[in-house]
């Protein structure tokens, strides 16, 4: 189908931020909205496929027959999440902005004031993207990179690590993109490729990385 390319392809996108509980009020969290994953998720459904949203905290909303949302809060459960559905999946777009850390404790009931510091130990959450590369079979696997120093190395370095197919750089130092903003300026890697836009709308952002996907695939 012609208007359709991608309707038998299952799509596993994941979006937002997670939250890691310090106590029953108290998270460690960032700034993502989720956006730029549902506007990939809206791409991807768009051009015909199935989509599995694995989303963390976030006011992003949408109904379609094609679509499930999975919602979770913490990496683990986001990482429980893509292992559940990840055989049954043709792409995978992990847009998540991932706590690399969380509490080693959670407090049960909640932390009181009292000294003058506060110390919280941490420690490493599972690497979400990085597991689904290490049992990619037959899937295609696009992550991102948020980067504000070294953008171009570090977003290659991620995208051997973590055996992906193309990654998405975005950088804190281009105005306009990363969290929450309606817009992002990217620029996509692969081995030996490098392919720069301009600043647009998530959802023209989104369709720029489905035509890389369709190339792909095709
Ligand atoms: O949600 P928005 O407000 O629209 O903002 C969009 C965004 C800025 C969050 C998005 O464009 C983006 O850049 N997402 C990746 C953010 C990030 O945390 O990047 P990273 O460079 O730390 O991680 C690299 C890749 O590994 C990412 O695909 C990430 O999803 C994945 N990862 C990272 C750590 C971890 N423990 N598990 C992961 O899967």
Known sequence: QEQSPLHNKTFLITAGPTYEPIDPVRFIGNHSSGKMGMQIAKAALHLGAKVKLVLGPSAEFYEHTNLEILKVQTAQQMLDACLSIFNQVDVAIATAAVSDYRPAQVVDQKIKKKDETLTLELIKNP??????????????LVGFALETQNEE????????????DFIVLNSMNNDGAGFQHNTNKITILADNYKKEFDLKTKSEVASDILTEILQRIA
């Open 153 to 164: 190395e570090n977003a290659i370095q991620k995208l051997s690590n973590k055996n992906l």
């Open 127 to 140: 690497d979400i993207l990085k597991t689904l590369g290490a049992k990619k079979t037959n899937q295609l």
